[in-house]
């Protein structure tokens, strides 16, 4: 019996001892650095009725970005929306774009559900390396429309094969499930 009660005293010695210790007063606590957003990004773009979705990138993920519209864009709209990049409230939150040097994407149609985009030849001062994002980002946002299931890009006419997250190259339709590991859930 003695050594059932010993465990149990030093079992509850062991549960108490180990926690954080106390202060005998209050002590300063120091705020983290900010600046802290104070709102969603989306926010500070223009309100309308409707929403298209945009795919940024922050830390080497792309991030679904929703932009309040004023109408639902034209596949050529969307893509043109995604070109220019993030607006400054998004850049403030750190959302940047892969596209610029690394894609030159020149338009988009859609055929049935697939939207088919044109690519040019990247020029000599691209310099980027990033086109795995590039591709992902095109891919996460026209998927991200109703009438979009999969992406295919093309080169003066001819398919194109493209990186996938995997680091595959693609002349498939491809589709958001292509990029999964790379995006961020919303």
């Not at 549960?15 to 005998?24: F, S, V, Y």
């Not at 209050?26 to 983290?32: E, K, L």
Request: aromatic share 2%; with cysteine.
């Amino acid at each position: 019996m003695n050594h059932r009660r010993f465990l149990a005293v030093g079992l509850v010695a062991l549960l108490t001892g180990c926690g954080i210790p106390t202060d005998n007063a209050p002590r300063p606590v120091q705020p983290p650095r900010g600046p802290f957003p104070t709102s969603d990004p989306a926010d500070t773009a223009p309100a309308g009725p409707a929403t298209e979705t945009l795919c940024l990138v922050r830390d080497n993920r792309i991030v679904p970005v929703l932009r309040r519209v004023d109408r639902l864009p034209t596949i050529e709209d969307h893509l043109r929306h995604l070109l220019a990049g993030p607006t400054e409230g998004e850049r403030d939150t750190d959302l940047t774009s892969a596209l610029p040097g690394a894609v030159n994407a020149a338009g988009a149609t859609v055929t049935g559900t697939q939207a088919r985009v044109t690519v040019d030849e990247p020029g000599d001062d691209a310099g980027r390396s990033d086109e795995v994002l590039a591709f992902g980002q095109i891919v996460c946002t026209l998927t991200s429309r109703d009438d979009v299931t999969s992406v295919t890009f093309l080169r003066d006419g001819r398919p194109l094969g493209v990186p996938r997250a995997d680091g595959s190259l693609s002349e498939q339709p491809l589709s958001r499930a292509d990029y999964a590991p790379l995006i961020t859930p919303r």
